[in-house]
């Protein structure tokens, strides 16, 4: 039994030896020996608020072709004056044929300014399309100027 005994004692020491001995260090990313170090800065990102507006499908959509052309014709019209304006940063159509249309992302001062900019879209004031107002935030030059 001593046979066995002494070798646990040996190793057992052994063990004890090596964890006391042992001083961990803490591992490096690669990442930062690849990516560029992050600055730190202590001064709180500027945001800036828009507004999204969600063009849905309206309640008219039985307007004749000829009709539907016009209406389509001034719709781009609108967008092409509101973005000369600086008003709207963004517009497009959503790929599907579903409930959701089209959106539009607006630079303006108050929702009130929005609804009104919008309401003279001949394909609001049609009924081909109805809209909702959402405020958006985003940091200031983030994304938009």
């Not at 499908?57 to 039985?62: I, L, T």
């Not at 000369?84 to 963004?90: E, F, P, Q, R, T």
Request: aromatic share 6%; charged share 20%; proline share 7%.
């Amino acid at each position: 039994m001593a046979s066995k005994v002494i070798p646990a004692l040996l190793l057992l020491g052994f063990l004890v030896i090596v964890m006391l001995s042992f001083h961990p260090t803490p591992l490096q990313s690669v990442a930062g020996r690849i990516l560029p170090p992050k600055v730190k800065s202590s001064a709180t990102p500027e945001l800036k608020r828009y507004w999204v507006v969600l063009l849905k499908k309206g309640p008219v959509n039985n307007q004749d072709s000829a009709l539907t052309t016009k209406i389509q014709r001034g719709h781009m019209d609108i967008i092409n004056q509101l973005v000369a304006a600086g008003k709207l940063v963004v517009a497009g159509p959503f790929e599907n044929d579903e409930t959701l249309r089209g959106i539009f992302i607006m630079d303006c001062k108050d929702s009130l300014e929005v609804v009104s900019l919008v309401d003279k879209d001949p394909a609001v004031a049609s009924g081909r399309l109805a809209f909702e107002v959402k405020p958006w935030w985003t940091v200031k030059n983030c994304v938009f100027k």
